[in-house]
């Protein structure tokens, strides 16, 4: 039998193990950089009708029978924000999250242009991370977990709990935008001169880094796309998940044709299939960077997104930013 002392000091050394463990994982990041190809648009095959095959249609093929773990269900309550700002996260990116709250993610930067920030969450494997999101979440209120186990390969659950929670919490909202915590956004030059808050909101619109490229079949790439689960040679066009916008009748219209389009694990290919079923042509806009790019306060004027920056990155750059707004390029 062990004693009551090694019991705690074998607790404390799975702890330290297991954080040791998290920090050194890589980060995984939700982009696709796939091969750049022609596109060439493929017309489906179309299904004969009969009734097995429409029974096979109505029935959800993804019900995302999924529960809030943490909500904020009153996020929007008493206004329409202009623009939700949706960040895929994960538990232990507590540096992350905090520098984008601290900076562009700020709710209160504008005055008469109101933001939503909310980072997305699934389940994590490890309580004591779970117990750490639930308390940064009654500190913040800017974080909605399902039950799903938070992983890569459940990234697509992830945005299609975004789009869920906006056409059910906020359907009013005008913009929402989709992004990675690793992501610098220029946040007046997506709400000023892209979305124009002055301008009224469009319907059916989709905009970001536009990707026109293959499966890769190379099963050691991160990308890697097995034949049996999507084997026509071309993507629809899509938006790399580093950031795209859309005007937020679209969440819905997403997160719908999701329950009867099979799950790819590859987000952001995924919700290009979805476009394409509902006739949406993503924008291509050369803002959208979904590589690292060097700061120099000029170039960044010019962007919407700019991809791999640290935490330690985003303030310097947003203060550099902030302090020399009078400063002419
Ligand atoms: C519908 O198609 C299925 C599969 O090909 C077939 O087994 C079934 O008999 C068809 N039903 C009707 C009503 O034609
Ligand atoms: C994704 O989430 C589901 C639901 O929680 C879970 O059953 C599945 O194992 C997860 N997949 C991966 C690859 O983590
Ligand atoms: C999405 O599905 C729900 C539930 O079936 C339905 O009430 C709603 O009208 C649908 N929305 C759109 C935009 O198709």
């Known amino acids: 039998m062990p004693s009551k002392v090694s019991c705690l000091y074998l607790l404390t050394v799975v702890c330290w193990a297991s954080a040791l463990w998290y920090l050194s994982g890589s980060r995984p990041s939700t982009s696709y950089v796939g091969q750049i190809a022609i596109p060439i648009r493929k017309v489906p095959p179309k299904l004969a009708k009969n009734a097995t095959l429409s029974n096979i249609r109505t029935r959800s093929l993804n019900p995302h029978n999924f529960r809030y773990l ?6 929007c309550k008493g ?3 202009f623009l939700v700002i949706l960040i895929s996260t994960t538990h232990k990116e507590f540096d992350a999250r905090q520098a984008i ?4 993610g700020d709710e209160s930067a504008f005055s008469d242009t109101r933001i939503v920030t909310l980072f997305l969450l699934g389940q994590n494997l490890d309580p004591v991370l779970n117990q750490m999101v639930k ?13 799903f186990v938070d992983s ?3 990234l697509t659950l992830k945005t299609l709990m975004g789009m869920r929670w906006v056409a059910s919490f906020c359907p009013k909202a005008h913009y929402v935008m989709k992004t990675d915590s690793d992501i610098y956004v220029n946040m007046d030059n997506l709400i000023f ?9 469009r319907r059916r619109y989709f905009t970001g880094y536009v990707i026109n490229g293959g499966p890769i079949r ?9 034949r049996d689960l999507y084997p026509e040679s071309k993507y629809p066009p899509f938006c790399s998940g580093t950031g795209y916008v859309f005007s937020a009748d679209v969440a819905e219209l997403i997160y719908n044709t999701s329950l009867h389009t099979r799950l790819l694990h590859l987000e952001d290919v995924y919700v290009g299939l979805c476009l394409r079923k509902l006739g949406i042509h993503p924008f291509q806009n050369s803002g959208f960077n979904h590589w690292k790019m060097a ?3 000029c170039r960044y004027r010019r962007v919407v997104t700019v991809h791999q920056i640290s935490p330690e990155e985003m303030h310097r750059i947003w203060n550099d930013m902030s302090s020399k707004k009078h400063l002419k390029c």
């Open 70 to 75: 943490i909500n904020e269900p009153a996020k």
């Open 79 to 81: 206004f329409d924000p």
């Open 101 to 104: 709250r601290e900076t562009w």
């Open 135 to 147: 308390q940064e979440s009654q500190i913040f209120h800017d974080i909605v977990v399902e039950d």
């Open 152 to 154: 890569y390969h459940n």
């Open 193 to 201: 001169n892209l979305l124009k808050p002055s301008t009224k909101p």
């Open 218 to 226: 190379d099963m050691r790439s991160k990308w890697y796309m097995p």
């Open 295 to 297: 700061y120099s306060l």
